[in-house]
């Protein structure tokens, strides 16, 4: 279980994250929503670490996440990034196998050439594909390179920085497909930061908004469209006018 | 009134110190982890393909136009007092001791730093960094010390390649403008120059190259958003690793030739 108590940070005088408190239950996908700028990408960032909140607590399994040892906390990880941060001067199956090549456990090179290509098959690309360089690859392509690389090491908990960002409605529908399966099959804790309702429906177990640096709602997917809550209203149903500003 | 100006003159100067000693935390942090496994040798290999190899053109015109000008100049210099005959020793002690370390590590600050603060600054602004980081992996000893180990180890060879090529651009010089004797050039050359005059600029070299590196990564990891933040730290490392480099010549200069 991943679990935020108080969590708080601020960027000079913006305070960005006010007291985020959220559990997210092992084995359960968690999608975090909320308008361009509420601090959702930074919550992502200080629990894997890369973002140091200025006070509260984060612990996985009930262990604080800034003492554990980094490089196995990290190892238990897998990330989706919102523009897939592939390595420009790496072949597709090296970006794919890249944390299967390093470290104490690393395989040799053929073995991990060979999970490559099965996890690139998994995402839906052909072979051929693994001897491609990044720039060579479409956006859709790209999203999926990442995604086979973020469960390239079979993770236990997966994180997708707006996985459907900049894809056209049928590839982030096969995007957010892709991911469901593969969480589901993993049987792996999933979180995920997204403001596109579609992935929100399709990803999601349970749903938490955040809004004004803390979680403003939270609550199963199956009961998202039938809360008052004036905020989640205002932001799943798009509408202008509401309590959230629509200037920010 | 006063206090204003003190601060408006303390704040640059505060702010200065303080860079200065962000970049001395990062020099020292890169240094301790190039002894350190893990080791990135493809990453060194290649490092050491796009610095050494790939700067040697630019480094070799570098050195010979100016060889070929210098000769001109202290043959020039000389005729006024009948000393004409020092063009071969001075072109090759300018060469080994000054403008061969100086000039290849300039035009390597300008090909090399950019390149490296451009890169890793890209990797940063499209979040590479941070993918280097969730795959376990320190962006500074996957990034930076394989480029500051092969800076380090590869200007002291363009210097040295530098020099022979700037002698050669004198010689050249020598015999087809000047009326000098092939044989006699080339003689003048060699008994003149000592050991030191080539191994003191070999050091500067390697000084040189590891300045160039710290600086264009050091820049490149510390870039502001966007492509302007990209370009600002492109500049940045170019002038910084420059200006650097002038400033080490003086103090290693004061230190081999002074003492």
């Known amino acids: ?248 | 009134m006063i206090a204003t100006a003190l601060g408006a003159l303390g704040r640059p100067v505060l702010q200065a110190v303080a860079a200065a000693g962000r970049v001395a935390l990062f020099a020292a942090q890169v240094l301790g982890h190039i002894l350190r496994p893990p080791f990135y040798l493809r990453e060194l290999g290649s490092s050491l393909l796009q610095i050494g190899w790939y700067s040697l053109p630019v480094v070799g015109l570098t050195a010979i136009f100016t060889g070929g000008a210098l000769a001109l100049q202290i043959y020039a210099g000389g005729s006024r007092f009948n000393a004409e005959s020092v063009v071969p020793s001075i072109v090759a002690i300018g060469m080994t001791r000054e403008l061969g370390p100086v000039l290849g590590g300039l035009m390597v600050a300008a090909r090399v730093a950019s390149s490296i603060a451009a890169e890793i600054g890209t990797m940063k602004v499209t979040e590479q960094i941070d993918a280097l980081v969730t795959l376990s992996t320190n962006p500074l000893k996957y990034l930076a010390v394989p480029r500051v180990l092969a800076a380090t180890l590869a200007m002291p060879v363009l210097v040295a390649t530098g020099d022979a090529i700037g002698i050669m651009g004198g010689w050249l010089v020598g015999i087809t403008r000047l009326d000098f004797n092939s044989a006699a050039y080339l003689k003048n050359t060699v008994d003149f120059l000592e050991a030191w005059d080539i191994g003191s600029g070999l050091v500067k070299g390697a000084v040189f190259g590891f300045i160039v590196a710290v600086m264009g990564c050091y820049h490149g990891m510390n870039s502001a958003r966007g492509a302007q933040g990209v370009g600002a730290a492109t500049k940045a490392a170019v002038v910084s690793a420059s200006v650097l480099i002038l400033a080490a010549n003086y103090v290693l200069t004061e230190v081999f030739f002074t003492t």
Not at chain 1, 43 to 57: A, E, M, N, S, Y
Not at chain 1, 68 to 84: E, H, I, K, V
Not at chain 1, 143 to 148: D, M, Q, S, W
Request: aromatic share 6%.
């Open chain 1, 1 to 248: 279980m991943i679990a935020l108590a108080d969590v708080q940070k601020r960027f000079g005088e913006n305070r960005v994250l006010q007291g985020v408190n959220l559990q997210i239950a092992s084995g359960t996908s968690m999608v975090i929503i909320g308008g361009s700028g509420t601090g959702k990408s930074v919550l992502l960032k200080c629990i894997l670490g890369l973002v140091r909140p200025d006070q509260g607590t984060i612990t996985l399994d009930g262990q604080d996440v800034t003492k554990a040892d980094r490089d196995a906390f990290l190892a238990r990880f897998g990330m989706l990034f919102q523009g897939g941060a592939l390595f420009d001067s790496l072949k597709v199956w090296e970006n794919v196998a890249f944390r299967l090549v390093r470290g104490p456990k690393a395989l040799p090179k053929d073995r991990a050439r060979e999970i490559a290509i099965e996890k690139l098959r998994r995402v839906g690309l052909k072979p051929e594909t693994a001897d491609l360089f990044p720039a060579e690859l479409s956006g859709g392509m790209q999203k999926r390179v990442g995604l086979a690389r973020a469960i390239a090491a079979e993770p236990e908990i997966i994180f997708f920085d707006e996985p459907t960002t900049g894809l056209d409605p049928i590839m982030a529908g096969v995007i957010n497909a892709l991911i469901r399966e593969i969480v589901t099959e993993m049987g792996a804790t999933a979180m995920t930061i997204t403001h596109d309702m579609s992935s929100v429906r399709a990803i999601a177990d349970n749903v938490a908004m955040l809004h004004g640096g803390v979680i403003r709602w939270t609550g199963p997917v199956t009961e998202l469209d039938a809360t008052p809550d004036p905020y989640v209203q205002q932001f799943i149903h798009g509408r202008a006018d509401g309590p959230i500003e629509s200037v920010r």
